[in-house]
């Protein structure tokens, strides 16, 4: 599933809002296709933060690496329905859940930007999200968020091979 305006609101609200002070590690592996090796590694990502709008009963999640590049990037994005709690979440129980990454890669003649996805129809994940503190906002609120997510995320536009996730937030 494709969620064109997510980057924006996700650039958005790790500008803003960022999720305190608990270390936030990425682990990239896998079959990235002709991008694994911007895909191998582990990383130090922005700390996680969160938001719910009311007027929808949607929210998002996102942390951010620099993939230890100036000129490519990724984020680990999350999407789900309704507010968000402390919990276990997979494919299985949670089917407004959805995990993604967004990423630009330069691969030295161009800078692309490729996604894969994790759902109840593509790929897979395993979230478990250890502590929310919730604040109001304008639209809905917001979240400081901790935890660990683990998901394997395959191609949904333009990238060959899957990317497995392990995200510590």
Known sequence: MNHPNRVCVLTILLTFACGGSSPCTIVLTGSAGKYAPFF???????????????????G????????GSTDSSA??????????????????????????IDSSINNGFSLGTYEWDANSTLGSFDLTITSVASSPAP???????????????????FQDGSVEVHATF
Request: with cysteine; hydrophobic share 40%.
């Open 75 to 100: 984020t680990i994005g999350m999407y789900y329905s309704g507010e968000l709690t402390a919990g276990h979440f997979t494919a299985a129980n949670a089917p407004g859940f959805g995990v993604y």
């Open 139 to 157: 639209y809905g609120k917001d979240y400081v968020i901790h935890g660990v997510v683990e998901a394997t995320a395959v191609p949904n536009n």
């Open 40 to 58: 191998s590694g582990t990383y130090a990502c922005q700390p996680g933060a969160a938001l719910w709008r009311s007027a929808d009963n949607a």
């Open 60 to 67: 998002q999640f996102g942390i951010s690496s620099s993939l």
